[in-house]
């Protein structure tokens, strides 16, 4: 269940909660359990996959991954909040959750807003032009037309997709795994959210484009949304956000100010 107002009743209960701030996104005791069909002996073949599908048979070896454990905080507006953690250790199946792509097994996440994931996988279409890609995208995230035209040449501008030439009137398949996923930001960072989540995205651009990326964050931020930001540079974490969250095997070590956590975290992982 999502609502704003049980955001507002639940802030003003929880023990700590700070009434002065406004809060928006609180994850409670939740829980995120992933399925997998499949057991050994060859079960996770597409040959026994279609032969599932064609007797629709319940799977014999149904697997589960255990990707989030208990974990709560509460998230306000105006704060940017880092996510680490070593590799599987359930920060992207956090953001999903919060997003609302998953559901909770147990427990519950409360959104004030509409919380927008921007991963580097967010979906574009391939064969459409820059151009058109960045009004589906627009379109999509909910802005107006004319809203998409006034901010259409700034977004072109911050993906630096023209620099080199005219890209942006090419499909996006002539495009390098950097442009695309510079495009992908760009669009993204062209709304104003109410709770905007990034997955890595600042490590597929170039280090200018970083740098831009990271002072857009900065701006978004004073613009009174929350922000989330999951990456491996802790360098990205400690220039963007000021919390930081730290997951280990779907657990939260920690929660703190980003210096204390990183500060922890680089003598425990030795980064
Ligand atoms: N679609 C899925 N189906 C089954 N298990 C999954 C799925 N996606 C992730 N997992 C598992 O959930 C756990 C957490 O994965 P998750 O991607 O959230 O970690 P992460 O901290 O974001 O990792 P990384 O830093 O490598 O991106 C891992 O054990 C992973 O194998």
């Keep these: 269940m999502r609502s704003g107002t049980a955001v507002a009743e639940q802030s003003e209960s929880r023990p700590g909660g700070d009434a002065t701030r406004v809060p928006t996104v609180i994850a409670?005791?939740?829980?995120?359990?992933?399925?997998?069909?499949?057991?050994?002996r060859g079960k996770g073949s597409a040959t026994a996959a279609l032969n599932r599908l064609i007797r629709r048979k319940a799977p014999a070896g149904m697997r589960e991954v255990h990707a989030v454990k208990g974990v709560s905080f509460t998230a306000y507006r105006g704060e940017a909040i880092g996510l680490i953690g070593s590799n599987g250790s359930g920060k992207s199946t956090l953001l999903k959750a919060v997003a609302g792509l998953l559901p909770a097994e147990r427990g519950k996440v409360y959104t004030d807003g509409q919380p927008s994931l921007l991963g580097v996988n967010a979906a574009?279409?391939?064969d459409l032009t820059g151009e058109r890609n960045v009004i589906l995208g627009g379109l999509a995230m909910g802005m107006t037309r004319e809203q998409i035209r006034s901010r259409y040449q700034s977004i072109v501008d911050f993906s630096g997709i023209n620099e080199k030439g005219d890209f942006i009137t090419l499909p996006m398949r002539t495009y390098s795994s950097g442009m695309a996923a510079r495009l992908r930001f760009s669009i993204a960072a062209a709304k104003d959210h109410d709770v905007l989540m990034i997955d890595e995205a600042?490590?597929?651009?170039?280090?200018?484009?970083q740098k831009r990326s990271e002072a857009r964050i900065r701006e978004l931020r004073k613009e009174a949304g929350t922000v989330f930001l999951v990456s491996h540079n802790?360098?990205?974490?400690?220039d963007t956000c000021e919390r930081t969250l730290w997951l280990e095997r779907g657990e939260l070590v920690m929660d703190g100010s980003t210096d204390e956590v990183l500060k922890a975290y680089e003598k425990e992982t030795g980064k």
């Design 28 to 40: 409670d005791e939740l829980h995120i359990v992933y399925r997998v069909n499949g057991g050994p």
């Design 124 to 126: 574009l279409m391939n």
């Design 202 to 209: 600042l490590a597929t651009g170039d280090r200018k484009f």
């Design 234 to 238: 802790n360098k990205s974490i400690r």
